[in-house]
């Protein structure tokens, strides 16, 4: 089992900044590859952001592509989503995922997933 806590949500304006965290605990965490997904209301849960247990290897949503860059500290159990030029759209709850079969963009293959936390962006 591998427990996680998102962090960092908020309200901020169009063109701001936020950095979500997500802690983990239980399972070795830099055995996991991680993501960041995001709901909407009224939406499905679309994928934000992965990075592989190394850290090397990551990818992300056209959307967010050049405004945000997730990021790792094994040595912290943490994973990171800096979040910058924010944009209403973005507004949605985020979620941070993990699994052990290599880096996806499928949240159908995370096993373990956080709470959420709430970021949104006023106009």
């Known amino acids: 089992q591998v427990q996680l806590v998102e962090s960092g949500g908020g309200l901020v304006q169009a063109g701001g900044s936020l950095r979500l965290s997500c802690a983990a605990s239980?399972?070795?965490?830099?055995?996991?590859?991680m993501g960041w997904f995001r709901q909407a209301p009224g939406k499905e849960r679309e994928f934000v952001a992965t990075?592989?247990?190394?850290?090397?290897?990551?990818s992300y949503a056209d959307s967010v592509k050049g405004r945000f860059t997730i990021s790792r500290d094994n040595a912290k159990n943490t994973i990171y989503l800096q979040m910058n030029s924010l944009k209403p759209e973005d507004t949605a709850v985020y979620y941070c995922?993990?699994?052990?079969?290599?880096?996806?963009?499928?949240?159908?293959?995370?096993?373990?997933w956080g709470q959420g936390t709430q970021v949104t962006v006023s106009s």
């Open positions: 239980g399972r070795t965490f830099s055995n996991y590859d």
């Open positions: 990075i592989s247990r190394s850290g090397f290897t990551s």
């Open positions: 995922a993990a699994h052990s079969q290599g880096v996806s963009r499928l949240n159908r293959e995370y096993a373990y």
